[in-house]
């Protein structure tokens, strides 16, 4: 799949970088929180509905979804309320699958979606346990418009949920270890993908740190997560530069026939980013998509005795390695090597 990526979506970088024009795209995440319509809590046809509305309303090309029951649940929502558009993820028979959604007179699937890290671990406090719970989720994808790919990477993180755990603390400092983890997890996944590529989906935490790549997120006093004000959903991007287009924005998604006073549900928001300044008159509020404090929370590596800095999985990494931030290896002066072309 490396060969796949390096010979074509390489290509695409090469074009962007010489044309200079934005994509005219819009992609989005959307946590919809146990997506059923059968069974336990199911969601009704006019919950669909009213799901489907707020899916076109947001003019999304593509969505990263989380917390989906299976491929039934999403032929049954197509055909029967998105008409024209196309899904596909990873049934694993449970709850909370993750899948990607897409307009069909915008974009094409070309590649995927792949599952990765199924089946890893991770190491707490002497033991090893089941890393995700939720695969990661990758899929390469044509721009029709524009006639370039595009690659998005669907997450999910561990949440930090405590309920009956008798150990809260414990199981504080084992929720931030799972997501540290899932987060260098994913940062090898993104150091082995070329061209323009996406990190998109339920990061769990108002500060994602380690990544090796910026994050884009809603603006102050605006929550994906409105039920605790919380910022938990997230966009990064590697292998595309920023551009004065683009605008990231909020579209409340909460169905009210199954919300109440103190619960929203679905209880994530959709965030969306634009590449075109495409921003609908239903979003909440835009702004202009400025990283996360980027350099601050990426995450790249040194050597004891070289002067430069690396990606996670870097050969020069092989006898020494340290963590730092991207901030502080520019401020000290280390430059990018030039095999591995870290972050810059």
Known sequence: MRKFFSTTASVVLALLLIVGQAMALTIGTFNIEYFNVSGKKAYSPEDCSHLAKTILSSKADVLALQEIEG?????????????????KGNDTGGRQDLYFLWNSDTVELIDGPYIYGANSSFRFEGKSYKLNDRPNLVATFLDKEKDRRFTMV??????????????????????????????????????????????????????????SFPLLGLSKGQYSYDNKKSNLDYIGYEGIETDPSWAIYEIEAAIPKRSTKSAQHPDHDMVILTLDVNVPKVAIKSTKAESKEATKNITVFVTKTGKSYHSDGCSSLNKSKIAISLEEAKSKGYTPCGKCNPPR
């Open 71 to 87: 491929d039934a649940t999403m032929r049954y929502f197509l055909t029967k309320f998105l008409p024209g558009w196309s899904a």
């Open 154 to 211: 669907n997450v999910h993180l561990k949440s930090q949920s405590t309920r009956g755990k008798d150990d809260s603390d414990k199981a504080d400092r084992y929720n931030d270890a799972k997501r540290q983890a899932q987060i260098e997890g994913i940062n090898k996944i993104v150091s082995s993908l070329k061209g323009p590529v996406f990190i998109l989906g339920d990061f769990n935490t108002d500060d994602p740190k380690g990544t």
